[in-house]
């Protein structure tokens, strides 16, 4: 009855493919293997010679369980291997043997084909058989055991605040630990059991486990590319050998921190000898453990390695299972073998346990229950370790229920923003709108030309580009074609975009949205918009530098962000400078990164970067520091360094970078803006590709970082390109524009009133049911004419005027239609703004629409 029960899984269909978790329930005897049709039609059936004494040989040490394992991988093998070159008579048998309740497996000495030949004897089958008995053990595990240790958290009293600092947000942090605590956050959701005592083995869990996920993975990737496979030349048994060496430590690790958890459970246990028992039983599966690992980590041939560790799994799930009983029977208590006079005198209150690991417990006490009522605690243990066993009846039901908590609970359903994201509604948007429309106008007035492009280059576009920030850049997952990541900034973009196209002179601006890993902080988003305007071509000398400066300063004047002062410096003037104090030409780069944390850090603290990691001497970074810390007016700093006698005037590089700022500065001043400019030498600007003028802008008073910055980049579209195309340009960093605005109003007070979040103008009120028709009429009368309008049809004439009324989002004008209004065929308009309220009544349907814009 047994066998009849047994669901079936067919091999060598068209497109089928083979599971870890297949060969696991054929191996166990869950399932009966079935040849597709298919499959056994595309074998020869034509006469092919035959060799005498070939045989399949399966190590003796092995289980029943990876015996079969191994006999239902060659026979897919067998499946997989060229049609021409296999006969039916072998795969069949195999599968008689596999499906027989027969144990002993004799395979015996066949007469097989060439083709069968090379399968039986360089398939590996033995190896992936017991990779894939192996790899489905140990991912279940890593699905359950993090239940078991949430379990242990409560029963301790462990502190877990730890879990929540393991994601820094800097997007370094270990994913698989990260994931790990999520889980058990997931498990413990309203606990009130944790959080009492620090305890090094709860603290540890996500690191361990986190550890056992991330190798369980590489052992579910090669064995499910072996089971999929033919025969495929030689290495395969080395390869296996290297990953499943790789597994050794973790299951390891695994195994000692839960036998440890365990031990700290068996002090809150309040009866003796289950308590002993408890003990007595995790001691000596631990001790098997470090003795069955050490074997295996001297093992040199492959298949036995993987026999010797799928041993050492089998213990690792006992101890497991020992340690949700020790949790189970803390958390319980004395409930369990108490009496019933005992449970009535006890007025003591639990603890209220996590929603998830109460259903666990529930689900655990359920199963005691239904098994035996009459049980003492060493029964009970033992069935919990059965429930506990991948091979139980119960097993799949215990699985879901976890992976339905993991997956379903509450504090996962709860949606929240992606760190370093916002989101922007009602009357943010109305000043995102006004701003981007200012700043649109701003660039159109000077002549520029609007481009887009996408949010995503191919990595090499990107790579390279922004020195040390570099890091920050978001790659996407490899799907199998281009290495693609999101772009870090519009500058890169825009020059891939002018070499791709041959273009040799534009002016253009670019509104969009860049993406930087950055960690997040006040004013410091991992998604944001840059505004951009650039200008590439020849042209009169530092004309496009001083007309984008300009254009930086008439747009910060016009967002009326207060008082700001725009840093410049150049590029030329730094690399000199640094040739002056001695630094080599290749540390140029990476000193001037160094430099530009002088507006966040103290001159100390960047000259200790500069010495300690970065191999500048003391007396290099002390000249450094002297020139640095000039500052002042345009023409004021740069007519001192060009003083007789002083060093920049005897170096080429600061020369240059001097004669052209003076034409710059001449410009800005005539403009009337230079007023804004401060020449500061510490500004340095990490990204490699510029080459001349850089400058940023910072509020004054504002702790968010620079609000925009840019500079010359003469190279940058050559390197995508054959021809250089000198280009200078800047960005505005409109969302640290928005809250210094923000700030700023709340400050200042200047606003009476909550922001608009809505420009309607007339709200069209049908106080009637069921009469939308009249409402599409009306409203799209509205609308036709240009007027910004909504309706609402509702019998309650209260709630037409809450909507008109809302804060922040007031209608001025009504247009009503009531009872009275439907029967006459007319309407009545309503001002209803406070201190300029105005109603017309018996307005005609076909003049309302003209009498509305002529008090508009």
């Known amino acids: 009855m047994a066998a009849e029960r047994r669901s079936v899984i067919t091999l060598g269909g068209k497109g089928s493919s083979f599971s870890s978790s297949s060969v696991y329930k054929i191996a166990f005897g869950v399932a009966n293997v079935r040849i597709d049709s298919s499959a056994i039609e595309r074998l020869s059936t034509k006469p092919l010679p035959l060799i005498k004494g070939s045989s399949f040989s399966i ?53 097989v084909t060439e083709g069968e030949s090379v399968v039986l004897e360089k398939s590996c089958a033995t190896l992936v058989g017991i990779c894939s008995v192996i790899d489905h053990k140990s991912t279940v595990l890593s699905q359950i055991v993090d239940s078991v240790a949430a379990l242990s958290c409560e029963a301790t009293k462990g502190d877990i605040t730890s879990f929540s600092s393991l994601d820094s947000g800097d997007g370094f942090g270990n994913k698989d630990a990260i994931s790990v605590a999520g889980d058990l956050k997931v498990l413990l959701n309203g606990s009130k059991a944790v959080g009492k005592f620090e305890i090094e083995e709860i603290s540890k869990i996500p690191r361990i486990h986190g550890k056992f996920r991330d190798v369980v993975r590489s ?29 050794c430590v973790p299951i390891k690790s695994l195994g000692e921190c839960s036998f440890l958890r365990a031990k700290l459970c068996f002090e809150s246990i309040v009866n003796e000898d289950l308590r002993e028992l408890l003990l007595e039983k995790s001691c000596v599966e631990y001790e098997n453990l470090k003795s069955g690992v050490k074997l295996a980590l001297v093992e040199e041939d492959p298949c036995r390695l993987a026999h010797k560790l799928n041993e050492c799994l089998g213990i690792v799930w006992r101890i497991i299972g020992l340690e949700a009983a020790a949790a189970y029977f803390a958390l319980a208590g004395g409930d369990l073998f108490a009496t019933k006079e005992v449970l009535k005198g006890d ?93 649109q106008n701003v660039f159109k007035k000077h002549g520029a030309t609007a481009l887009d492009t996408p949010v995503f280059e191919l990595r090499e576009t990107l790579m390279g580009k922004y020195g040390e920030d570099s890091k920050l850049i978001y790659d996407l997952a490899d799907q199998g074609g281009e290495l693609c990541s999101l772009r870090y900034d519009l500058t890169v973009p825009f020059a891939r975009y002018c ?10 601006y670019q509104i969009a949205k860049v993406y930087r890993r950055d960690n ?17 071509g020849l042209s009169e000398p530092m004309g496009p530098d001083f007309e984008v400066v300009k254009i930086l300063t008439e747009l910060l004047d016009k967002l009326e962000i207060g008082d700001y002062v725009v840093k410049l410096n150049h590029r030329k003037l730094l690399d000199g400078m640094l040739e002056i104090c001695g630094v080599p030409a290749e540390k140029f780069r990476t000193i001037c990164s160094s430099i530009d944390k002088l507006d966040k850090q103290s001159f100390e603290q960047v000259k200790k970067e500069m010495v300690e990691e970065k191999g500048l001497s003391s007396e290099v970074a002390d000249r450094i520091g002297s020139f640095v810390k000039e500052k002042g007016a345009p023409m004021e700093l740069l007519n001192k360094l060009r003083e007789e006698g002083s060093e920049f005037l005897g170096n080429k590089s600061t020369k240059e970078a001097l004669d052209e700022l ?17 020449f500061d030498l510490s500004l340095a600007r990490g990204l490699d590709y510029y080459t001349g003028v850089i400058f940023e802008a910072v509020c004054i008073g504002a702790e968010v970082g620079s609000i925009a910055a840019g500079g010359r980049y003469d190279n940058l579209i050559g390197m995508f390109g054959k021809e250089q195309v000198p280009a200078v340009g800047m960005s505005l960093g409109i969302e640290r524009v928005f809250n210094i605005l923000e700030k700023k109003q709340k400050l200042e007070e200047r606003k009476t009133r909550v922001v608009q979040s809505t420009e309607t103008q007339v709200l069209v009120s049908i106080m009637e049911d069921n009469k939308l028709g009249e409402a599409a009429e009306l409203a799209s009368q509205l609308w036709e004419a240009d007027i910004n309008a909504e309706y609402l049809v509702n019998k309650r004439r209260g709630k037409h005027f809450d909507r008109a009324m809302s804060t922040g989002s007031e209608i001025p004008w009504m247009v009503i239609v009531g009872k009275t209004e439907l029967s006459e065929g007319v309407v009545t308009l309503k001002k209803i703004l406070k201190g300029s309220e105005e109603e017309v009544p018996g307005v005609p349907r076909d003049s309302f629409v003209a009498e509305l814009l002529k008090r508009l």
């Open 59 to 111: 190590p003796e040490e092995l289980t029943k369980e990876e015996t079969r394992a191994s006999l239902v991988v060659l026979l897919n093998k067998l499946l997989l291997a060229n049609s021409g070159s296999v006969r039916s008579v072998l795969p069949v048998k195999i599968m008689e043997i596999v499906n027989s309740k027969d144990e002993t497996f004799e395979f015996g000495e066949v007469e």
């Open 219 to 247: 052992v579910h990737s090669d064995a499910r590319v072996e089971l999929n496979s033919g025969v495929k030349g030689c290495g395969v048994g080395e390869a296996l050998g290297a990953t499943l060496s790789a597994l």
């Open 347 to 439: 007025k003591k209150k639990k603890a209220v346990l996590g929603k998830g690991t109460s259903v666990i417990i529930q689900f655990i006490k359920e199963r005691l229950v239904s098994s035996n009522e009459a049980a003492n605690g060493g029964d009970q243990v033992e069935q919990i370790l059965y429930l506990y066993n991948p091979e139980s009846h119960g097993f799949d039901c215990l699985l879901a229920k976890v992976k339905e908590i993991v997956e379903s609970n509450e504090n996962r359903r709860l949606p929240k923003l992606p760190k370093g994201t916002r989101d922007f509604a009602q009357g943010k948007m109305i000043i995102r709108e006004k701003a981007f429309s200012i700043i």
């Open 499 to 508: 070499a791709m196209n041959g273009i040799s002179s534009i002016k253009r």
């Open 520 to 536: 997040p902080s006040h004013g410091r988003y991992r998604e944001f918009y840059q505004c951009d305007f650039d200008i590439a």
């Open 662 to 678: 003076s034409i710059m500065f001449e410009a800005l001043e005539r403009s009337k803006c230079s007023g804004r400019v401060v």
